[in-house]
């Protein structure tokens, strides 16, 4: 993440606003840009984008031009998932936001609206190739490659997504608000806490596996946290005060903090906790106590005899 995305996505929402009753500062059908990713009406030139799909989809490509193709040079595989997670997110939050429920999650979305779409099978740079740019950047010739080989983050669903548009939007506002000549770090603060809350409440998510989407998502949202973090130390801003993340609570996490908790808890003998926690580890000693008592049985009868 960085300023000049966060301006992008920023310049959106003044265009097209995320927010419901609010007072755009153009209108969509005013900026040639965005329009240009519009459908063709009646086989002419003219533009229009008919439905709220449609203008997400063209805003989406907008987003592509401006933060990936744009800025190609200085692209790289890691950057390159970083910014498209950051439009999935975008998407899902205008689908909610707009009310659109005929898609569940990003793939049926991506069937109807990219897959056969030249400006995602097809990279152009003021209509030059650059597809060998791309290449050479991330691996992919093209966005429909990049997408299809990362098949799980098209399975999370749209409301699932659309739930990291508030941390993402607020980790924005910090990298916009930044100013290394005035800092004001009481403001940073404010709004890194806001970030921090907001990426707890989806954090406290209990099923989430290291290999799921929701995993890469969060991942990717603290990554640029502690980058923006760095960034600050590098430019002589102090950012101590600015609370940590802490670790992204998978399933193997939840069972270890568990079990940590009831040793620390109870005092109980490792015995005792494995009893509680596996019914096989239980029946296991109940079989090994059994055999103790019966080899003392059947010694006691030989001492007898």
């Not at 490509?61 to 200085?74: A, H, P, R, S």
């Not at 609370?243 to 003998?269: A, H």
Request: hydrophobic fraction near 30%; glycine fraction near 2%.
């Amino acid at each position: 993440m960085d300023n000049h995305l966060c301006r992008r996505f920023g310049h959106l929402r003044s265009i097209y606003p995320d927010e419901l009753n609010a007072s755009p500062y153009s209108t969509f059908d005013n900026n040639r840009g965005i329009k240009s990713y519009c459908h063709n009406v009646d086989s002419g030139n003219s533009k229009e984008c008919k439905t709220e799909p449609d203008k997400i989809n063209a805003a989406c490509l907008w987003l592509v031009e401006q933060i990936i193709i744009n800025k190609i040079d200085n692209l790289s595989n890691e950057k390159f998932k970083m910014i498209i997670i950051y439009i999935m997110i975008w998407l899902s939050h205008m689908l909610e936001l707009k009310n659109v429920t005929e898609f569940k999650n990003i793939n049926a979305f991506y069937t109807k609206y990219t897959k056969n779409n030249i400006h995602y099978t097809n990279c152009k740079e003021n209509n030059d190739d650059c597809s060998s740019s791309l290449k050479n950047k991330t691996g992919y010739n093209n966005f429909k490659e990049f997408i299809e080989a990362n098949e799980c983050l098209m399975n999370i669903g749209i409301k699932d997504m659309s739930n990291f548009y508030a941390p993402f939007k607020s980790l924005c506002n910090i990298y916009t608000e930044f100013n290394a000549n005035k800092p004001d770090c009481e403001k940073y603060l404010k709004i890194a806490k806001e970030f921090v809350a907001k990426y707890n409440e989806l954090n406290n998510v209990s099923d989430i596996g290291e290999d799921s989407p929701y995993y890469q998502v969060l991942f990717t949202l603290s990554t640029d946290y502690d980058n923006y973090k760095n960034y600050c130390t590098s430019k002589g801003v102090d950012c101590n005060d600015f609370p940590s993340l802490p670790m992204i609570k998978t399933k193997k996490n939840s069972v270890k903090s568990s079990e940590r908790t009831s040793v620390q808890d109870s005092g109980q003998t490792l015995v005792q906790i494995s009893e509680a926690t596996s019914p096989r580890i239980s029946y296991k000693y109940s079989l090994f106590g059994f055999r103790k008592r019966f080899q003392k049985q059947h010694l006691r009868k030989k001492l007898k005899k």
